[in-house]
């Protein structure tokens, strides 16, 4: 299969030379070669080879190997074993909403080698018939590798670690937080964010807790309703609720559960 295809959907006039739509994958702003089974993404240098093309609004992709194999594994535990593995793949995605509907199904004719898999060194794990694990052999895959439908929107997965130093201190405190944005009819947005962190500056010199790091996690939800437009501006008003989670000895300082509302008037460009 030609590299220069992997990046293309072709369209019904593609054939007659004209233009190619890109080739987007269902979970995120990148080619289709990219992705891979299950939740898996394929680096640039290593795409996934197949037929690209697009039917009825769906970008498709269809992608298969087949491996005849002889395998010989030395040693006291080895052993030889003559097979075949193979994979067999299509999947799709198209626009569904303010989404990507995608839809994918792979098989594979690897149960025909037995349940005792194949020989190979060192791998463990699986079982040959649900029982007793396999040791020092690979196990095959099922037939139906992959059965999966997945509806992705714009959301943002972000870790990172808050380095901070001074006279008393050189810690680094792990973060995360998970957020995505909902908008219906371009007027009204629906947003969510679930965050954690490690926080040691909650409490300044003197305290008894002053330096203690401390778990902080936190949910918030909101809505913003577009109600006008100047010129360029957008303004809307809308409301913020999170519930934060602390550990029982901020009880004091903090309250037991402590909460968090918010109101306002926005206007962006």
Known sequence: MSSTAKEEVSSPKESHGTHALPMKSALGPYSMARQGSGTSWQPD?????????????????AHGVANVIYDRQTGPRGDTKFFTESMAMLMGN????PGTLGLRAMVSLDPTMGKSGYPLLFQTGETADGLEHLVDRQHP???????ATSYSVPSTLAYGRNRKTGPDTDTSEPGWLLESTYVLRDAHTFFGRAEEVENSELFGHGDPLHGQAFRIRKFSVGYVHDFARTGPVKWGIGGLVGLLDAPSELDPVYGSSP?????FLQGRL
């Open 259 to 263: 909460r968090s509302y918010m109101v």
């Open 141 to 147: 895959h099922d037939f139906f590798m992959e059965l």
């Open 45 to 61: 240098a290593t795409p996934m080879e197949g037929l690209h093309f697009g039917a009825d609004g769906w970008a498709l992709m």
């Open 94 to 97: 198209r626009p569904l909403g």
